[in-house]
């Protein structure tokens, strides 16, 4: 059973999808993909201890002997991508139930479960798969499904929204295509550990740089990085609350997930690094990203969308880390992956309870519930405390790492632009909480706290986000060790 | 440029043609179902682009024949990754089509100027 | 021991749990700050007995890097600190009792509980064991202390406040923060050790740079131009501006400076390399323009805050100048300026609750109503200034001494230029309140009236829910609070005749 752990990490949630709709009830629905989330995490758990242990996991699909079969390879990097994303799932699942149950329809509501778990086993298969094109095809599965869960959103808005992203996500997946073709052409082979055997024998070649550029721009568009972010604020804003949790947490780390497997384990660290030079095109975008966008979350009227454009900022820290070319910058992308999921989920679940009990994410909404909902706002307020990076929370510990990263390579005014925008997080997060706990509730007298069934899963990451960040040293064990993987072939 | 290297890789020109032709589509036209029209253009380029670097110079489909151990064949592989990609495409043809469908529920139009213009009165009016 | 120190930060944190719950019996919940507050003091009590023995104890809470603790450590330094803080922690709640029931303030739970937490982040900076630490406790304090400075709720105390945190917030992380993580970069520690963990690590061009991320990045010191949130945080009631704004949250600041300077840098070092010359500067200009802005200010928690901004940057000045002499007067005036100036603010409220007077110019005459509370604030007065008998004279005399030692002529005359100043922006106002013309019949407040104390918990069940019930017919200073004064204003003259405790914590600290 569990040599076959890597495969049923996808299978799960896949067959499980088109059980979901099969089930009349929302409820059963909800509880299959309750079920099927928590195995998936159960999975990633085990596969994680796994690598740890006794080192990269090879899986032969079929028996399909690698490179000509498809190959699942499981090593430190993506056990850790399989953690988050499968964890955000097994958080986000339970929660969903009251939240989808008040913002879609009754009818769709086993419909949303079967994207749902469609677009979880896409993330999963994109982390876990060892074939090129094998992870194409898990993207468009993820996409696919996240377009069609984007657009169950209540207000029109949603449609569009999805539609533009379905635009701009199909384009971005067709030049990662594009880019594997290349490569195919040069090499003779799908497979990543064969690639990056083969690779170095024909860097000269034009293709191959041609086949860098197409996946590149794919990549960021899928990961949102500045100026290729247009589809991310408006997706998020009007998607329903716990997909835009899920998402947020999940979809954009995959993508950076699958830029640094490519670009660093396919590529080789070296090549991008000394030929391409992918350090000094990034560096630019990520520090532009990161005062743009955070400058332009604090005019946001609307919280959901303020956090979507908080999250395109964030992506630029990640990027950023990777641009300085360490093994400390590395590790700072990797932390924040993982941190930024448990930050930004715990933030999206607050603002869906008051979705839930409000019926808006206006900022006028949230008047007056630091003390109508205390729990809700108290769960934001970490969470925004988290963003900010004040000490005990995660959000310290990844900036902690990028401060460090820069002062390494001497970039000490890189250093100083991540601790001023760390200031801008603080201003759009204070504006909210000042509205929440300045103000008189203008509603309902009975208007009550959200239930116990939305609280618990938001507390849960509120607890993970203390958790970690007072006891950091076994994710920042596991990142480093991950990074120095990814940074194979360049000095320390 | 030579006229060789013209020809000798005609299969990448058509494929550069129609990627342009696709993208070109998708950026300039505001009409959602001609969007999607340009988006299925742009992906059957790539189609081309894996389909024609297949084949091999005078090799046979590749059908094993019984008794003949050096026949050439062409290159099965893309011909496999190109049919998923073409389920792909019709998936996300199929999602493109069905939310213009929607949005023409409840927007009335699928004019993209249109629909902004919709949505910047909804945003100012509240 | 190790218990001890653990205590120290769960006792007032199992307090304020104990105040959440009694939220309903106002009696009850009073004693249970009193109560915690006591064992508070004893607890630290214990502790200076073991540090003062040569015990240094310390316990890792946790590690959130590898490599950087969540460390508690006692040494003379914080022992200091923390002793000043907790037994002010007793009178300030004693005379909050008095204070916010004479006022009628609402949400008193919030108000206790947020006290009771301010006290546990003070704590963990007083016993922090490496900068981590203390960077970590520094910034719960901002935030624990954030709902106290918007306690009224107003439009202009979330302005303030907005002010407080900003500014609080932008020096920590922009300067603090990026100091903590290049020392860490350079040193490989962050580790308080004696001497100083930079010698040898650091390029005599770097160390200027790095005190000043510290010195301007922790900027509840207050030295300009990173003072403006202690203005704004008068806002709140006057028992937050006496103990925090006056003695807790801003002593922080200027105790993380000393502490910084002393175990990071090492005195000597920062001495060697000259590295503080024109921060020294930074902080007699501080000293001399808060002084002076002091002067403007009518308003009586003002002008307090102003003196405040001033006489914090003495602290920052001794520990600037590097040498043992300063190092001492530094650690001394955090404890004589917290004794002086506390019962400068607690007079302040007192007359707030009594007759309802803010400013300066109403004071005229008043003194002869308040007698008590008018012979307090001249004793603060003479405290801060630095005049025997009290306590602020020792501090003046060794920061003088040690100007001198370091060859800083010029900064002699600037204490005394400024100790000038204060004498005269403070001795107005005693001198108004017993000298002053009364501009019109008032109705006569006085001191310890007995009406406006609302009961110990002896008669719980007479006011049980409802706190501040008592009404005001007679406008006396409540009692509870006048108590209060006279214990920190006694306080200011013992410690000039019993410096002792003090003086020899530092002598440890500087080990000579």
């Known amino acids: ?492 | 440029m030579s006229l060789d290297l013209l020809v000798s890789h005609y299969n990448y020109w058509v494929v550069i043609f129609l990627m342009m032709v696709g993208f070109y589509i998708l950026i300039s036209r505001g009409n959602l179902i001609k969007k999607v029209v340009g988006l299925n253009v742009f992906q059957t380029s790539v189609f081309m682009l894996y389909i024609s670097m297949g084949k091999v110079n005078g090799g046979t489909p590749p059908i094993l024949i019984y008794g003949e151990t050096d026949v050439l064949y062409s290159n099965p592989l893309p011909h496999v990754l190109i049919l998923t990609a073409i389920v792909v495409g019709i998936a996300t043809t199929s999602v493109g089509l069905a939310l213009a469908v929607r949005i023409k529920e409840a927007y009335g139009t699928i004019e993209e100027d249109e629909i902004n213009a919709i949505e910047a009165r909804t945003e100012a009016t509240g | 021991m190790t218990t001890l120190l653990l205590l120290a930060l769960a006792v007032p944190v199992a307090g304020a749990v104990f105040i959440a719950l009694l939220r309903r019996n106002p009696n009850a919940r009073e004693a249970a700050s009193l109560v915690t507050a006591g064992a508070l003091f004893a607890i630290v009590l214990r502790i200076y007995q073991a540090v003062s023995g040569g015990a240094r104890p310390e316990v890792t809470l946790a590690e959130p890097l590898p490599g950087i603790r969540i460390a508690l450590e006692a040494e003379p330094l914080g022992v200091l600190f923390a002793l000043i803080a907790s037994f002010l922690w007793i009178v300030t709640t004693a005379y909050s009792i008095g204070y916010m029931r004479g006022h009628h303030e609402k949400n008193q739970t919030r108000f206790y509980l947020f006290f009771a937490f301010a006290i546990a982040s003070v704590m963990g900076v007083a016993f922090a064991g490496n900068l981590f630490t203390l960077f970590a406790f520094y910034e719960v304090l901002s935030l624990a202390t954030f709902p106290l400075v918007t306690h009224a709720g107003t439009e202009k105390a979330k302005r303030a406040g907005r002010v407080y945190l900003g500014i609080l917030f932008s020096t920590s992380v922009v300067f603090q923060l990026l100091g903590i993580i290049w020392v860490y970069a350079v040193a490989g520690t962050v580790d308080f050790e004696p001497g100083g963990i930079l010698r040898g690590n650091v390029g005599a061009g770097l160390v200027p740079i790095l005190l000043a991320l510290f010195v301007f990045g922790i900027g509840k010191a207050a030295v300009m131009p990173f003072h403006r949130w202690l203005p704004a945080a008068m806002v709140a009631p006057t028992p937050v501006s006496a103990l925090l704004h006056a003695v807790a949250v801003v002593k922080a600041g200027v105790f993380a400076v000393l502490k910084v300077t002393v175990y990071i840098f090492g005195f000597e070092f920062v001495a060697e390399t000259g590295a503080s010359l024109w921060l020294m500067w930074a902080a007699a200009a501080t000293i001399i323009l808060g002084s002076l802005v002091a002067f403007t200010k009518d308003n009586l928690k003002a002008r307090l805050a102003y003196s405040t901004v001033s006489q914090l940057s003495y602290v920052v000045l001794g520990a600037m100048l590097a040498n043992a002499l300063g190092v001492v007067g530094s650690g001394m005036h955090i404890a004589m300026h917290a004794f002086g100036k506390i019962t400068l603010f607690f007079c302040a409220g007192a007359i707030m609750v009594a007759a309802h007077k803010s400013e300066v110019s109403q004071l005229n005459g008043l003194g002869r109503q308040m007698p008590v509370t008018f012979a307090a604030f001249l004793i603060g007065t003479l405290s801060i200034v630095g005049l025997p008998p009290t306590g602020g004279a020792w501090s003046k005399w060794f920061l003088g001494v040690g100007s001198v030692e370091a060859g800083q002529i010029g900064l002699v005359a600037v204490l005394m230029l400024s100790s000038l100043l204060s004498l005269a922006y403070l001795l107005e106002i005693p001198l108004r309140g017993f000298f002053g013309k009364e501009a019109g019949g008032t109705h006569a407040p006085a001191d310890g009236h007995a009406h406006a104390a609302g009961g110990g918990p002896a008669d719980a069940h007479a006011h049980a829910g409802a706190p501040g019930h008592d009404d005001h017919a007679h406008h006396g200073a409540p009692r509870w609070s006048v108590a209060a004064i006279a214990v920190t204003a006694s306080a200011c003259i013992a410690l000039f005749v019993y410096p002792e405790p003090f003086y020899r914590l530092m002598t440890m600290v500087t080990g000579q």
């Open chain 1, 1 to 492: 059973m569990s040599a076959h752990l890597p495969i049923l990490q996808v299978v799960v949630p896949l067959l499980a999808a088109p059980f979901c709709l099969f089930l009349k009830r929302g409820r059963m629905a909800w509880g299959l993909a309750v079920f099927a989330s928590w195995a998936a995490l159960a999975i990633a758990l085990a596969l994680l201890g796994q690598v740890t242990q006794e080192g990269v996991l090879s899986y032969a699909i079929g028996d399909w002997v690698p490179p000509i079969g498809i190959e699942y390879r499981v090593d430190i990097v993506n056990a850790w991508v399989l953690v988050i994303v499968s964890g955000i799932g097994a958080v986000v699942a339970p929660y969903s139930m009251a939240s989808i149950e008040r913002e879609v329809e009754a009818g769709r509501i086993p419909l949303f479960y079967a994207a749902y778990l469609l677009c979880l086993s896409g993330l999963l298969g994109i982390t876990i798969t060892g074939d090129m094109f094998n992870v194409f095809v898990f993207l468009e599965i993820s996409s696919l499904s996240a377009y069609a869960l984007i657009a169950l959103g209540q207000a029109r808005r949603a449609l569009t929204s999805a539609f533009r992203y379905l635009i701009m996500g199909s384009v971005g997946a067709t030049f990662i295509v594009i880019g594997i073709g290349l490569l195919y052409v040069m090499t003779g082979s799908l497979n990543m550990a064969d690639l990056a055997q083969l690779l170095p024998e024909v860097w000269d070649s034009r293709t191959v740089k041609v086949a860098y550029g197409f996946l590149a721009v794919g990549f960021c568009l899928k990961l949102a990085l500045f100026p290729l972010h247009l589809w991310l604020p408006n997706a998020y804003t009007y998607a329903p609350s716990a997909v835009t949790a899920f998402m947020a947490s999940t979809a954009t780390k995959v993508a950076v997930y699958m830029l640094l497997r490519f670009f660093l384990t396919v590529f080789g660290a070296p090549f991008s690094f000394d030929v391409m030079a992918l350090d000094r095109v990034l560096l630019p975008l990520a520090l532009v990203a990161i005062a743009s966008m955070s400058l332009v979350a604090i005019f946001q009227v609307n919280v959901k969308r303020l956090l979507a454009y908080s999250s395109v900022a964030q992506i630029g820290y990640m990027i950023l880390g990777l641009s300085f070319a360490t093994v400390t910058g590395l590790t700072a992308t990797l932390l924040h992956l993982f941190n930024h999921a448990l930050m930004k989920g715990a933030l999206f679940m607050a603002m869906g309870c008051v979705m839930y009990r409000i019926g808006s994410v206006h900022i006028n909404a949230v008047a007056g519930l630091g003390r109508r909902m205390p729990w809700t706002m108290a769960a934001f307020v970490a969470g925004g405390l988290s963003l900010v990076g004040v000490p005990l929370t995660v959000g310290f510990v990844s900036k902690w790492y990028l401060i460090l990263g820069a002062l390494e390579r001497g970039w000490w005014w890189a250093a100083i632009l991540v601790l001023l925008t760390s200031l801008l997080a603080l201003v759009y997060i204070w504006r909210v909480v000042e509205v929440a706990y300045f103000r008189d509730f203008p509603g309902d007298e009975a208007t009550r706290e959200a239930p116990w069934t939305l609280l618990g899963p938001t507390w849960a990451l509120v607890a993970l986000n203390l958790y970690f960040g007072i006891d950091a040293g076994r994710t920042v064990g596991i990142a480093r060790q991950a990074a120095e993987v990814l940074m194979a072939g360049i000095g320390p």
